[in-house]
């Protein structure tokens, strides 16, 4: 069955240090999008790419960067972690055409920065 | 700007029926979403509307009014299980899903 998976699934850093947080999906979706969530707050995007090589920057962006090397992957890298960034990460998938473009998460990392 | 309210929480009793509602304002439209999520869980995918109008989907329907900026979803039947925070998001003009801060839905015995 196809799926969406990240790792690591829980993560402890220090305030400067630099984290990647990987997804990887096996439906074969262009689309992919990452999210942060936190209480009070809707899902937020951070970033999000429609294709291989094809990067764009959503709400949330600043302190964050990811990649597009292939089609199943779309990493994510805090460049240098703050505390501000200790939320729980959503990364989601969906098709580019025929619609609705439902997106399928992956199932989160919760991340915490000391 | 875009926003989308709903809301924060609700209390519901076991058997019977619960409406959650979404008002929304968003810079165009292409589709409106409901999702579930179980805490410390993924949100997975309920219900889409596009046109006005009431799609039915075994215990839950959701509702749409393009012109009042309006949907909701309808919960029969409710059981415990159903106990989980239920999010709204519209899927903007650029193929963006603006996302409600959803509402909480607590079911009781």
């Known amino acids: 069955d196809a799926e969406i998976t990240q790792s690591p699934r829980h993560k402890i850093t220090e305030t400067g240090r630099q984290v990647t947080l990987a997804c990887h999906q096996t439906?074969?979706?262009?689309?992919m999008f990452w999210y942060r969530q936190d209480l009070g707050h809707g899902l937020r995007l951070i970033h999000y790419?429609?294709?291989?090589?094809?990067?764009n920057k959503g709400e949330v962006s600043d302190g964050y960067s990811v990649s597009r090397s292939n089609t199943e992957d779309l990493p994510l890298t805090l460049e240098s972690a703050a505390s501000s960034q200790t939320s729980v990460y959503f990364c989601?998938?969906?098709?580019?055409?025929?619609?609705?473009?439902?997106?399928?998460f992956g199932p989160g990392t919760r991340l915490t920065v000391t | 700007g875009q926003n989308i309210d709903q809301p924060t929480e609700m209390t519901a009793t076991e058997g019977a029926i619960v409406q959650i509602n979404c008002t929304y304002q968003t810079s165009g439209f292409n589709g409106l979403f409901w999702y579930q999520q179980h805490a410390g869980e993924a949100p997975t995918f309920l219900s889409y509307n596009v046109l006005d109008g009431l799609e039915e989907k075994g215990r839950f329907s959701s509702f749409l009014s393009r012109s009042k900026g309006y949907s909701y979803l309808l919960l029969k039947e409710l059981q415990m299980k159903d106990s989980a925070s239920y999010l709204c998001?519209?899927?903007?003009?650029?193929?963006?899903?603006?996302w409600g801060a959803g509402t909480k839905l607590i079911i009781k015995p």
């Open positions: 998001a519209v899927l903007d003009s650029n193929y963006q899903l603006i």
């Open positions: 790419s429609y294709g291989v090589q094809d990067t």
């Open positions: 439906w074969n979706h262009n689309n």
């Open positions: 989601a998938s969906s098709e580019t055409s025929g619609g609705p473009y439902e997106q399928y």
